[in-house]
Each structure stands twice: as structure tokens, then as C-alpha cells.
Antibody
């Protein structure tokens, strides 16, 4: 089955750090660009970051640039998001998604930034 | 950054109605436009990519059109399972941006 499964979301204090993971299965992971997209409670979708198939190119939303780092390990079929200097406004459900046009999404992992 | 403006932000429709949602980009994006459906408590689902190409497994009642700055998503005959929020998204340039969403509710 083709699927993406996110993990790592927890409650963290402002200023803290967190690493999210996304495990891919059922497709050739290193054929695809991968993304992180987030959705704050009751709000719309916000693109966060993208990484090319080989990890050679990365892009970030201005809201997370300098604080978040996207990476991948193609040998483990896994995508990661290292989140530092977390703010309350980073509270959201974080999704990983596959492909340039985000054709497949995981179910999301919830990150809550609160004191 | 490219701004994506969806209209309407919400609409009420009846089963069987034809529904059209529009999405306007603040600058030309060729056909690098996707549409997603999201139901409450669920992840978004890809419906259309490249403005008018239907994703595998998506019923043909969904269709997309447009190029450049103006795009539409049409549901030909609304069914109970289609009540959801719909988002457009441009992937022509970074940062990737989404429209604000259109909530389709039962009349």
C-alpha cells in the first residue's frame, strides 16, 4: 500500500526543539520531491518546506526559514523536519506530502507549542 | 510571493447541483495549479493537478480548467460525500502557496 506516516508530534515549550519524521512505503521514495505542509487548528493549509529527490535542493516558507530544516534519508525511505526555536504560532497538524503537486498526503502529526 | 485567492469562501448547495469554485493567482502560473478536497478530521486529498488533470481514482464529476491566472474547479452533480472544504494551490514558484479554501455546505 502506498502511504506516508508521520510521527514525532508532541507538546513542547516555546523556544524548544522537535524532530518530525515521515515514513514512506509502497513507492520508490527517491523518485519524488517531498514536502511538509501544516494546518493550524481551524485554519487553512500552509506550505512549510520542500526537498528535492536527492536532498540537493531545499526551500522554506519565510515563517520558518532559519528555524526549520528539512532532510531525507533515501536508504530509510524517510523524510524529516527539524524544528528549532519553536513559537506558539507553530502549533499545527504537520503533514508530509509526496510529489511536486502533493499527490499523496499522510495523516499528520500534531505539534503543540505551549508553556 | 504568489497570492492565491479563492471564491467564494463558502457556499451552500443541494445534492445534484453543479458547483463551481474559482481560484485567481496574483501572477501567471501557467498550469501549475492543483486542487484538494479536505473533510473534517481528515488529510487533504489530491483531486486535480496541472490545472485540469484528474488524479487516479478521482471521479469524473470533478473537473478543472484554466491557465495563467484564472482557474476553476467544477463538481458536475454534488453528492453527499462531496461536502467538504476545497483548496487550490500553485506550484509554479516558491514559496508554494494555497488559496484560503472554499467550504461547501449542504443547503
Amino acid at each position: 500500500e502506498v502511504q506516508l506516516v508521520e510521527s514525532g508530534g508532541v507538546v513542547v515549550q516555546p523556544g524548544g526543539s522537535l524532530r518530525l519524521s515521515c515514513a514512506a512505503s509502497g513507492f520508490t521514495f527517491d523518485d519524488y520531491t517531498m514536502h511538509w505542509v501544516r494546518q493550524a487548528p481551524g485554519k487553512g493549509l500552509e506550505w512549510v518546506s520542500l526537498i528535492s529527490w536527492d536532498g540537493g535542493s531545499t526551500y522554506y516558507a519565510d515563517s520558518v526559514k532559519g528555524r526549520f530544516t528539512i532532510s531525507r534519508d533515501n536508504s530509510k525511505n524517510s523524510l524529516y523536519l527539524q524544528m528549532n526555536s519553536l513559537r506558539t504560532e507553530d502549533t499545527a497538524l504537520y503533514y508530509c506530502a509526496k510529489g511536486a503537486s502533493l499527490l499523496l498526503w499522510g495523516q499528520g502529526t500534531l505539534v503543540t507549542v505551549s508553556s | 510571493d504568489i497570492q492565491m485567492t479563492q471564491s467564494p469562501s463558502s457556499l451552500s448547495a443541494s445534492v445534484g447541483d453543479r458547483v463551481t469554485i474559482t481560484c485567481r493567482a496574483s501572477q501567471g502560473i501557467s498550469n501549475y495549479l492543483a486542487w484538494f478536497q479536505q473533510k473534517p478530521g481528515k488529510a487533504p486529498k489530491s483531486l486535480i493537478y496541472a490545472a485540469s488533470s484528474l488524479q487516479s481514482g478521482v471521479p469524473s464529476k470533478f473537473s478543472g480548467s484554466g491557465s495563467g491566472t484564472d482557474f476553476t474547479l467544477t463538481i458536475s452533480s454534488l453528492q453527499p460525500e462531496d461536502f467538504a472544504t476545497y483548496y487550490c494551490q500553485q506550484y509554479n514558484s516558491y514559496p508554494i502557496t494555497f488559496g484560503g479554501g472554499t467550504k461547501v455546505e449542504i443547503k
